[in-house]
């Protein structure tokens, strides 16, 4: 699935779009360049999801933990591990927890990502605007449940 926004605004609209659709255990793989809108998506995904602390870039702690909403939040950043292995983190325990992982860099830790995840590429338009393209691409059956339903509330 493609579609452009314009906006900020509507790139988090994005993430409160399908924060009600989510389940524990599902798993987001984010990609995109730095500045991208990564963590803007998850800060509509997370308001949506009921959490009520300000969402920041887990860039330095690699995992910030928001567990006050209707399901739990794991944001990971894995751009860290560019030079090191993620299997020593135990991430497979946010995997199969009570909660939904939001991976920004997955290709980071690759080697311990589950099979079934929807990965949510997210472009630039240019430099000199908001403009997103996302991509939208499911593997596995939850994931692609999950993204069935996304299209039929996006539309």
């Known amino acids: 699935m493609e579609f452009q926004t314009t906006s900020a605004q509507q790139t988090e609209t994005v993430g409160e779009k399908i924060a009600p659709l989510l389940q524990a255990g599902d798993v987001l ?3 995109g360049d730095l500045g991208a809108g990564k963590t803007t998506f998850t800060r509509g995904l997370a308001r949506t999801l009921g959490i009520s602390r300000a969402i920041k870039s ?13 399901l739990p939040l794991f944001h990971m950043d894995l751009y860290r591990l560019e ?8 991430l497979e325990e946010y995997f199969d927890g009570q909660g939904v992982s939001v991976i920004e ?23 000199s605007d908001e ?11 939850r994931s ?3 993204l069935a339903q996304f299209k039929e509330r996006w539309i």
């Open 29 to 31: 793989l984010l990609e």
């Open 58 to 70: 887990p860039t330095f702690t690699i995992i910030r933990e928001y567990r006050d909403g209707r």
């Open 83 to 90: 030079h090191s292995s993620a299997d020593d983190l135990g």
């Open 105 to 127: 860099w997955p290709e980071f830790g690759a080697d311990v990502l589950p099979k079934d995840v929807l990965t949510i590429t997210i472009k630039r338009q240019s430099m």
């Open 131 to 141: 403009g997103r393209q996302f991509t939208l691409v499911a593997q596995g059956p």
């Open 144 to 146: 692609e449940a999950l």
